[in-house]
Structure formats: structure tokens, C-alpha cells
């Protein structure tokens, strides 16, 4: 082995190993001349764009993206040569599965003397905390807009109405029948029962992929994946192709089809749960959001659900009580009118506006055909 073989290679000069820092970065970097045309990127860059370097290199990126979200970049890189001062910018477009975010700053590049020469862009994906963020936003509106009033129908209408189109495409609440009547919820399981169909929501307009309309009955018999979520109490997420999801639909021909046509392919079960009890089940599908249902978008369909289930099991209790208070009412009021010579009797009752109150009335005979 020669000396020169076993002489250590010369230390990198600081612009080598800029330049080696640039292209081995993980945040995507791009450097536009005046007129926007693309003169240099790194290896990160490349791969987010997806294009070859030939490609690339010379063109602007809205003359080879055609989007609303490159001509937003483009035009705010023209800002920035022109001003000479530093802009940030977060984007949100659509990937092949999901949405995707970018934050991205722009910041002008000058000789000494203040002339711009270009712009330099750096991005970097922020997909996962721009979901986060728009999961907290729902679950405070859900906070503010669930449970306005003591009624079962407008608080599963409340739920939909968060839920659609930032959660799920379509959504069902379906609640035990016996619920509706202030009852109390069936104890064991439930997946058999009655249930009545509370509120739908789609973006599509009519909800043409719903089979059950608001208003009319229907069960779910087992074994399917709704019934086991009733009787469990616990949420089931399916892919439509799932040998239980395929088995559920070939029991009813109009469901089945609904779900083909309209391409159904994520489907999440959660219960109605509140102090312990089932009171009903509601659906969340998507047909037109390509990603399925993840784990985080689970936990907020429960969070959603858990915040409904509450204020319909208080709207249960407020209609379990004003009955039986009524019941009360009515059974203090006097059943027959008295017959008495002197006068002919006529009655009208008009309770507090509560519906409740110890309001009562009497008839009472006196000697010599005098009443009280």
C-alpha cells in the first residue's frame, strides 16, 4: 500500500458542504430565478414533485402543475422578488388517498447591493398536524352545536350535521325505539331490537344511498357487523369488502346494491352509549373521500358520538319525567263533572306553561242549590 493510498482525503471547503447539506435535506428546496422558472432543487424536492430533474429544470411550477395552489405559490414568489421580503404560505390540495399540507416560506435572494436575483423556497409537510388541527376544530363545534334542545330527532340531526362532509360522507343515528318513548334502555342485548331511524346526512343531495328514511323502523339481526356493535358497545370499522360486510349486504338486496353503486368502501359502527347504556347506533361511511377510516378519525367519531349520546339520554329522562308528572296531573283532576239541579257545569283546565303544576278544580254543593 503507497502513502498516497493511506493519506487521509482534504477536508471539504464550507460551499461543498453547504452544498452537500442542501441536497441531502429533508425539507424540499427550490430556487426560482426572476422569472420563476425553476434553476436548482434537491433531492427532496424532487421527490415531492414527482417529476424527473429534465423535467423540472427551466419550467415554472405552474406551467407544469395546472392548480390553484401553484398559481397561489407562483404569484406570491413574485411578491417576494419584487419586495424583498419574506412570505409564508400554507397549502392544502388533494393527494391520491387524502389531503395533503404544506407550510412553505419564500424568501427573496439579493446581491449586496439589495438587487433580487431570485427566489429561494423551502417546504415541508405538515399533513399530519393540519389533520389534527381540523379534528380539534370539530370536536369544539360538535361541543356547541350537539344537545341545543331536550329532543332526540334535532340532537341526531346536530350530530349529522357536524359530522358531514368533515368526518364522514354519509351518516346515519339510528335509536332504540323504546328510547323515544322515555323508556328505559333494554338491558343485554340489543342488536334485534327496534330502531328507529333519527336523522341522515349525505353530500349527496337527496341521500340517495340511504335504503331506511327518518322516521321508519328497521332492526339489525345478527350476525352482522352492526349487531355486534350494538350488543358489544363497542365501535366496528369495515372495509365494504370485508367477508362480514359482503355476508350483511347479501341479506338485503337494496342495501347491498346501494352500497355497489354508490361505491361504499369505509364504514365505522358506534355505538349510542351514555351512563352505562346502549340507546342506539350511529354510521359513518365514506363513498367520495378516497382514504378509508383511520384511528384518529374513529376516536372523533366516538368523541362526536359520545357528546350525542349524552344530551339523548337527558332528552330520554326529561320524557320519561314530564310523563309521568302529567300522569300524576291528570290523575288529581276531577273525571266526571257533578250534576246539580241549580246550575249546568262546564269545565276547562289549562295547565302552567311547564305542562306541570298543583293547579286543580272542584264542584262543591251547598244547601238551598248553592255551589262553591
Not at 350530530?159 to 364522514?168: C, G, I, N, T
Not at 355476508?247 to 352500497?259: E, M, N, R, T
Request: one cysteine or more.
Amino acid at each position: 500500500m503507497t502513502s498516497e493510498e493511506l493519506e487521509p482525503a482534504s477536508d471539504p471547503d464550507v460551499r461543498e458542504l453547504l452544498d452537500w447539506a442542501i441536497e441531502q435535506s429533508p425539507l424540499s428546496i427550490s430556487l426560482l430565478d426572476t422569472e420563476m422558472r425553476q434553476v436548482q432543487l434537491n433531492q427532496a424536492a424532487y421527490r415531492q414533485l414527482g417529476l424527473p430533474p429534465e423535467t423540472l429544470m427551466g419550467r415554472r411550477p405552474n406551467d407544469l402543475f395546472l392548480s390553484p395552489l401553484t398559481e397561489l405559490a407562483v404569484a406570491q414568489a413574485r411578491v417576494v422578488a419584487r419586495t424583498g421580503e419574506l412570505a409564508r404560505l400554507r397549502l392544502v390540495g388533494r393527494g391520491e388517498r387524502r389531503a395533503r399540507a404544506w407550510e412553505v416560506w419564500l424568501s427573496p435572494v439579493q446581491d449586496p447591493a439589495g438587487q433580487a436575483h431570485g427566489v429561494l423556497t423551502v417546504s415541508v409537510e405538515v399533513t399530519e398536524q393540519h389533520q389534527a388541527r381540523q379534528r380539534l376544530a370539530l370536536v369544539n363545534e360538535a361541543s356547541t352545536r350537539i344537545g341545543t334542545t331536550l329532543d332526540v330527532t334535532r340532537t341526531a340531526e346536530e350530530l349529522v350535521e357536524v359530522s358531514v362532509p368533515q368526518l364522514a360522507d354519509l351518516v346515519l343515528v339510528d335509536v332504540l325505539d323504546s328510547v323515544l318513548l322515555g323508556g328505559e334502555p333494554i338491558s343485554g342485548p340489543v342488536g334485534t331490537a327496534p330502531m328507529r331511524r333519527m336523522a341522515i346526512g349525505s353530500v349527496l343531495e337527496g341521500c340517495p344511498e340511504v335504503v331506511v328514511r327518518p322516521g321508519e323502523v328497521s332492526s339489525y339481526p345478527g350476525p352482522s357487523p352492526f349487531a355486534d356493535c350494538l350488543n358489544t358497545g363497542r365501535t366496528e370499522r369495515y372495509d365494504s369488502r370485508a367477508p362480514e360486510m359482503v355476508k350483511w349486504a347479501a341479506l338485503s338486496s337494496a342495501q347491498g346494491s346501494s352500497i355497489a353503486r354508490h361505491g361504499m368502501h369505509s364504514m365505522a359502527a358506534v355505538p349510542v352509549r351514555a351512563r352505562g347504556t346502549t340507546l342506539g347506533i350511529a354510521i359513518f361511511v365514506r363513498h367520495r373521500q378516497a382514504e378509508p377510516f383511520e384511528d384518529d378519525d374513529v376516536l372523533l367519531a366516538e368523541e362526536i358520538v359520545a357528546r350525542a349520546a349524552v344530551c339523548i339520554d337527558n332528552a330520554r329522562r326529561y320524557t320519561r319525567e314530564h310523563a309521568t308528572a302529567l300522569a300524576l296531573q291528570n290523575s288529581l283532576l276531577q273525571q266526571r263533572r257533578p250534576v246539580v239541579s241549580a246550575v249546568e257545569v262546564a269545565t276547562q283546565y289549562w295547565p302552567a306553561q311547564s305542562g306541570v303544576g298543583g293547579d286543580w278544580f272542584d264542584v262543591i254543593r251547598l244547601s238551598g242549590s248553592r255551589i262553591t
